[in-house]
């Protein structure tokens, strides 16, 4: 298939997913176009999708805002897709990337949307509602297909009214195995053998909440002070996260966190909402003991045997601490880390959904 996939968030969880899908599709003989947002683009992205034997490679600046600029880059897109095409299927990722993707003039084509968190999942307010109105008109009248990555953003999917005959559940999966090196893993982030590391990994914003962790970090330390918290990520609230954390946290910033979660004696992650982070799941296949929020992805974590427990989204400080401390007495877990979903499979799944879009798009052909 000629497949074409579009992404503004050219990073983080997503930003992966797009590597680890089109290695996949590539590598099971399909041919691959991406064009990616560079505004908000890691270095390590940039580096891992310029290493892909992609059919073709396009940087068009997409802004996050909603603005008049939108228009700009949707002719944009519409010249790319003239010049790289014609595609069979257009795959947008994430809000913007998905709009344009599905507004796109693009003959032919199946369009296919991941939303990467529906903006559904979080807190009520005009901002919500506003996103819910624009998911519904766009997936009823310019979408082949939704792909939701876990049961819990599929629920809300369906309660917002997209077509549940054009929606899919496809987890994210691993390329790899994850580094298991402790020692390698302490020795980049510089820390001492004794401490027992409180990880974070993500980017420092507020759906995160990555100040909550560092406040419970804190406080967690008074409790037994060879606590010690380490942020992994970038982003907005990072003088924020310091502030509030003092001498208990250490912020590496943006680092490759598969290289250094084996460092990790527990992972905590405090999103208001997730739809499946890579994280969580790069923390469950190393065995690691996770305490979270009770978000996106978790029950099929458990259902595989991870070590998770949950806490309430809003959970305060004083009881996240509890949790983090709670978890840092048990013994340890013996046997092999549970079984996480591939990329590979990740894969397989999505070519079935473009395959029925598809057919739902050309059904004589």
């Given amino acids: 298939m000629r497949i074409l996939q579009v992404i503004e968030p050219?990073?983080?969880?997503?930003?992966?997913?797009?590597?680890?899908?089109s290695e996949a599709l590539i590598g099971?003989?399909?041919?691959?176009?991406l064009v990616y947002s560079p505004l908000r683009a890691e270095p390590r992205f940039e580096t891992e999708v310029a290493a892909l034997p992609l059919a073709a490679l396009e940087r068009l600046p997409l802004r996050r805002e909603i603005g008049l600029w939108d228009f700009a880059a949707l002719r944009?897109?519409?010249?790319?897709?003239?010049?790289l095409g014609p595609f069979e299927i257009l795959h947008g990722h994430s809000a913007k990337a998905g709009a344009l993707a599905r507004l796109a003039h693009a003959p032919g084509a199946a369009r296919v949307y991941t939303p990467h968190a529906l903006a559904m999942m979080g807190a009520a307010g005009l901002a919500k509602t506003a996103a819910g109105v624009v998911e519904f008109g766009l997936a009823r009248?310019?979408?082949?297909?939704?792909v939701a990555v876990s049961t819990e953003e599929a629920a809300v999917a369906r309660r917002w009214g997209l077509p549940k005959d054009r929606l899919h559940i496809v987890p994210n999966g691993l390329a790899r195995a994850p580094h298991r090196d402790r020692a390698v893993a302490r020795q980049l982030m510089d820390v001492p053998d004794s401490a027992l590391i409180v990880g974070f990994v993500g980017r420092?914003?507020?759906?995160k909440d990555p100040v909550r962790f560092a406040r419970a970090v804190r406080l967690a330390r008074q409790g037994d002070p060879r606590v010690l918290g380490v942020v992994i990520g970038g982003g907005p609230l990072a003088a924020a996260v310091a502030e509030a954390g003092g001498e208990a946290v250490r912020l590496i910033g943006e680092a490759d966190a598969r290289r250094l979660m084996a460092g990790f004696d527990l992972f905590v992650m405090t999103s208001r909402y997730e739809a499946d982070a890579y994280a969580l799941i790069e923390a469950a296949a190393l065995g690691l003991p996770i305490v979270t929020t009770n978000v996106g992805g978790t029950d099929r974590l458990l259902a595989c045997g991870a070590r998770l427990d949950r806490v309430a989204a809003d959970i305060a400080p004083e009881r996240l601490a509890e949790a983090m401390l709670a978890a840092l007495r048990r013994p340890p877990q013996l046997g092999a880390p549970p079984a996480t979903p591939s990329a590979a499979e990740m894969a397989a799944q999505t070519l079935e959904v473009y395959r029925q879009a598809f057919r739902r798009r050309r059904p004589d052909g």
């Fill in 204 to 207: 420092l914003s507020p759906q």
């Fill in 28 to 33: 099971a003989g399909h041919q691959v176009a």
């Fill in 76 to 83: 944009a897109l519409n010249r790319l897709i003239a010049r």
């Fill in 10 to 21: 050219s990073g983080g969880g997503s930003g992966r997913h797009v590597v680890d899908l």
């Fill in 141 to 146: 009248a310019r979408t082949d297909a939704v």
